[in-house]
């Protein structure tokens, strides 16, 4: 186990700063101090770490992060990688204080849904207490929030799925699937979006204002299949790849 700079562990009352440091807390201890290439991030993550733990607020928190994004530079041992790997740690971490300044200094934008480390369930699916009972070897001892940071990322992968619904975990859009009828393809059609007869079904994807809860337009998607039911399979994948989340679905027809 890694030594801590810390000689203890502060009790750090702001609950966002609490869930940042820990998150950073995390990393730190998942990232091995003897290889050469993520040794910068191992450094940063146990500075920002402390720091974090022991800012008195969040505007002294967000300072010290400009701070320590300018130290490394004073050090004539790194080179140019090392200092441009360090200040994009430091300012990743500036960025998700600043953002919950925005916000009022409410720790919620920071957070994706619940997790035990290993299993995720999002924001919506883990309103509801029964099911984490549905999650096999969901570990209750080690519950806790699980945070955007941890899970944004460009390419998605299995670890940015709710176990319950199968969406993504922290959206970059909402939509809502409309039906959109069907079309007419030309006979012997080898497009794969229509049937042997030549009818595609047609799902048209709409983003959702957050304020207003109405449809934006224009569409921001068009989904076609040879059935409804394979329309909304591809919609939801197409959804999944961007990172959106379906809301207000029916079942399957």
């Known amino acids: 186990m890694h030594t801590s700079s810390l000689s203890h562990i502060p009790t750090q009352t702001d609950e966002a ?10 990393r730190f ?19 920002i770490r402390d720091l974090l733990y022991q800012a008195r607020d969040q505007p002294y928190a967000l300072a010290q992060l400009e701070e320590l994004a300018e130290q490394v530079e004073e050090e004539h041992t790194h ?11 430091v300012g990743e971490a500036s960025d998700l204080v600043a953002q919950v300044i925005q916000a009022g200094g409410d720790a919620s934008v920071l957070i994706a849904g619940e997790t035990d480390g290993f299993r995720h369930l999002c924001l919506r699916c883990c309103q509801d207490e029964s099911n984490f009972e549905r999650v096999r070897f969901f570990t209750r001892s080690a519950r806790r929030p699980l945070l955007k940071a941890e899970v944004n990322q460009a390419s998605r992968s299995l670890y940015g799925r ?3 619904c199968h969406q993504v975990l922290a959206p970059e ?18 497009c794969l979006e229509c049937s042997r007869a030549g009818l595609a079904w047609l799902l048209n994807l709409y983003a959702r204002d957050e304020a207003s809860h109405a449809l934006l337009l224009p ?3 068009q989904i076609a299949a040879p059935s409804l039911k394979q329309a909304r399979t591809r919609a939801f994948s197409y959804c999944w ?3 959106w989340y379906v ?3 029916q079942p399957p027809c």
């Not at 700063?17 to 995390?26: D, E, H, I, P, V």
């Not at 080179?79 to 740690?89: G, K, M």
Request: proline share 7%; glycine share 4%; aromatic share 10%.
């Open 79 to 89: 080179s140019a990688a090392e200092v441009e790997a360090w200040r994009a740690y």
């Open 17 to 26: 700063l609490r869930l940042l440091a820990g998150m950073y807390a995390r």
């Open 173 to 190: 859009k909402w939509v809502v699937l409309v039906p959109a009828g069907t079309t007419r393809h030309e006979k012997d059609c080898a």
């Open 162 to 164: 709710c176990q319950i």
């Open 241 to 243: 790849q961007h990172g």
């Open 219 to 221: 569409r921001a998607a």
């Open 29 to 47: 201890q998942w990232v091995p101090p003897d290889q050469p290439i993520p040794q910068t991030r191992w450094h940063a993550c146990e500075r």
């Open 247 to 249: 809301l207000f679905d």
